[in-house]
Each structure stands twice: as C-alpha cells, then as structure tokens.
T-cell receptor, first 114, second 110 residues
Framework: KAGVTQTPRYLIKTRGQQVTLSCSPISGHRSVSWYQQTPGQGLQFLFEYFSETQRNKGNFPGRFSGRQFSNSRSEMNVSTLELGDSALYLC?????????????FGPGTRLTVT | QKEVEQDPGPLSVPEGAIVSLNCTYSNSAFQYFMWYRQYSRKGPELLMYTYSSGNKEDGRFTAQVDKSSKYISLFIRDSQPSDSATYLCAIPSGNTPLVFGKGTRLSVIA
C-alpha cells in the first residue's frame, strides 16, 4: 500500500502571501490530521478531518484552515504568512481517527517564510 | 504542567548499548501510548503502540508503561547506528489525536 504523500515537499514564500499544502492519505483511511513541527515547539496539532468534516481543531489562529475532499484527500491553507509560520507541516492519516487509532505520517512539507 | 514531557537530549551511546528513552504524562486517564521514530528530513514513523499498563516487545524494542508513576519508556537493545534518530512519545488526549513530547535525539556511535 502506498504511504501518505504530501505536496509540495519544499516551499519558499514571502510574508503576507498565502500557501496551500496538499495531502493524500493511505488508501482506505478516512481521517486526516495536520501538525506543525518546529524546533522550539515540537509537533503541534492543527486540525483533524473525517469524512469531509473538521472534527477537531488545535490552538492555532484562524489564518490556518483546511478541508477534506470526498476522496479523503486534504488541503491546508495558511493566509497572510508570518515569519513564525516557517515549519515542517506534517499530514497523518488514520483508518478512523480519534483515540486509539494509529496515525501514519507523510514526509512533510518544509515551508520557509522570508 | 504540559500533558507530555520528554527530555530532548541529545543522547549519544556506543553501538551495542541498551538505550532507555522516557516520557512523563500528566493525566492518569490516558490509556494509549505510542512511540514514533523520526529520521532527519522525514516524517515520524510509528514504532510501538501500547494500551494501558505493562510491557510490549517487538524485536530489539520494548515499550513499558507505568501508570502508577505516569511514566512511559522505550528500551532499545543492541543499539545500531541505524537507530540514530529522534524518538517521540505520543498520547491521544481529549480532542487531540496525538499530543507529542518534544522528542529525544539519539546518536548511536559505531
């Protein structure tokens, strides 16, 4: 089975711009979660989608948003980029999501904001 | 108090050593405990997954949960240079699929 794929792998943007990142989950997985990883804060939960509905959301500003499509693919969007948004953005998929189900991570998208 | 705390290291050991990696957690209601390994420039990969207390063994890796102390451990026997990575403990909590420790960077020196 193919793993979680994320595109693009690397991205450089300027402050004030917006960016869209894409994630394709493992086939058959219906839950997709997004995380931000930085050296200072580690891995922090952004949001979780299940069957096209946002199920949970982490403590991030409204500039961070996401969606999930009927084929379970997901996108996240960050508007009005700030320097502090530079991070590795990781997508994880799970068969059903929620507690007790393993999450499988993609390789991440490395976003640099200049 | 953070929900999950982990010593970031770094930890450097000689090849063949036994490695002990540890995390503490705050909520005694937690039931699921996971360990992920992350190589440089890669996403985390699930290593071990345990439910409730006790030990779970998988090859050279053993995960241990002590619910009375709210302490989880990952032991690596006969460590290899290929084990050099960052190890993250992770626990599902409330509405968050996973809350992660900061990760411990391990280097196994040949």
């Amino acid at each position: 089975k193919a793993g979680v794929t994320q595109t693009p792998r690397y991205l450089i943007k300027t402050r004030g711009q917006q960016v869209t990142l894409s994630c394709s989950p493992i086939s058959g997985h219906r839950s997709v979660s997004w995380y931000q990883q930085t050296p200072g804060q580690g891995l922090q939960f952004l949001f979780e989608y299940f069957s096209e509905t946002q199920r949970n959301k982490g403590n991030f500003p409204g500039r961070f948003s996401g969606r999930q499509f009927s084929n379970s693919r997901s996108e996240m969007n960050v508007s009005t980029l700030e320097l502090g948004d530079s991070a590795l953005y990781l997508c994880a998929s799970s068969p059903r999501g929620g507690q007790g189900y393993e999450q499988y991570f993609g390789p991440g998208t490395r976003l640099t904001v200049t | 108090q953070k929900e999950v705390e982990q010593d970031p290291g770094p930890l450097s050991v000689p090849e063949g050593a036994i490695v002990s990696l540890n995390c503490t957690y705050s909520n005694s209601a937690f039931q699921y405990f996971m360990w992920y390994r992350q190589y440089s420039r890669k996403g985390p990969e699930l290593l071990m997954y345990t439910y409730s207390s006790g030990n779970k063994e998988d090859g050279r890796f053993t995960a241990q949960v002590d619910k009375s102390s709210k302490y989880i451990s990952l032991f690596i026997r006969d460590s290899q240079p290929s084990d050099s990575a960052t190890y993250l403990c992770a626990i599902p909590s409330g509405n968050t699929p996973l809350v992660f420790g900061k990760g411990t960077r391990l280097s196994v020196i040949a």
